[in-house]
């Protein structure tokens, strides 16, 4: 096990097991579902977790965006290089996400939660696409004592990098606003990323989202995410994603030795990139993969980041960060789920 010091990337947010399994519009309908969305479950949607394990050969994956972040930027990196942090139960569920995070090399440092099962997330997969439908459980008790205990504080201290789900801020924004104001005030330059993850944190959780902006150093998102952004800030510009990534990068800023990036994807459309107060913007095409190599796309977003960020912990330049993003995304939707296996494709063009 790697000393408390030698981690050089930690993530926060909330994990989740993912009951993924095969539907169809029938099933979307009778859920109250779109195609390719996530949501936040009501007691409605409380039964579909049963369904999937019953009716529809659903698999049980190590989830949460986050934490399939995580797993993949450790995926890229040296061993023992990113620690992972947020709220589990105290059940088999919560085994079975250790297991998984041990088996990828990631370290986890769960707060355990015994009155709450461990979080689920049921995962619809129709087609190419996916609808995700999340029971936080006891990902929703995450404490900011727990960042800030006498085991996991020096272990954030110690750490050069932060990347944050934006799902968290359904949680506990106190953790997220503490790990953005530790980088801020870090005279060692360290890093703050969040990733925006679905159009409902900008669209009902704008204040805390708000609270946490200043601090964020590289924002990622996906083109839907941008838009709900900008609606729900009411910002001149609503549809153009590139006008829409400069707009959320000139936001105001806390660590002003840092110019914001902002990183919005597109699926297969080029990814943009906007730098603060700089004109332009950066456009890099995706990797394409061909329709009949692709088996899931749920987690794409998420193995992005993770190839992004572990990018930004090995000093990689912006273009060479996007490109290792892409490069997770195109292996992830190879395979069921956010999974990272030994491929046969070289991460260079």
Partial sequence: MASQSS????????????I???????????YGLKPNDAILSEEKHMSLYEELLQNRSAKLIAGGAAQNAARGAQYILPPNSVVYVGCVGSDKYADTLREACKSAGLHTEYLVDSS?????????????????????????????????????????QAANFYYVGGFHLTVCPPAIV???????SSSSGKTF??????????????????????????????????????????????????????????????????KRIVVITQGTDETVVAVQGESGEKTFPVRLVKSEDINDTNGAGDAFAGGFVAGLVEGKSL??????????ASLSIRELGPSYVPCDFPLSP
């Fill in 193 to 258: 990323i969040m990733n925006l993850s679905a159009p409902f944190i900008p669209q009902f959780f704008k204040d805390p989202l708000d609270e946490v902006m200043p601090y964020v150093d590289y924002l990622i998102g996906n083109e839907t995410e941008a838009r709900a952004y900008a609606a729900s800030h009411d910002l001149s510009e609503k549809e153009d994603v590139r006008n829409i990534a400069h707009a959320i990068a000139d936001t105001p800023k806390e660590n002003k030795s840092k």
């Fill in 319 to 328: 273009e060479e960060s996007v490109d290792m993003g892409q490069w997770l």
């Fill in 7 to 18: 981690y050089k990337l930690l993530c926060l947010g909330n994990p989740l097991l993912d």
């Fill in 116 to 156: 709450q099962p461990t979080g689920r997330c049921g995962v619809i997969i129709t087609g190419h696409d996916r609808s995700m439908a999340t029971h936080l459980a006891a990902a929703n008790e995450y404490k900011l004592s727990h960042l800030q205990s006498e085991k996991i504080w020096p272990i954030a």
């Fill in 178 to 184: 503490a790990l953005g104001e530790e980088a801020a």
């Fill in 20 to 30: 993924q399994g095969q539907g169809d519009a029938a099933l979307l309908e009778q």
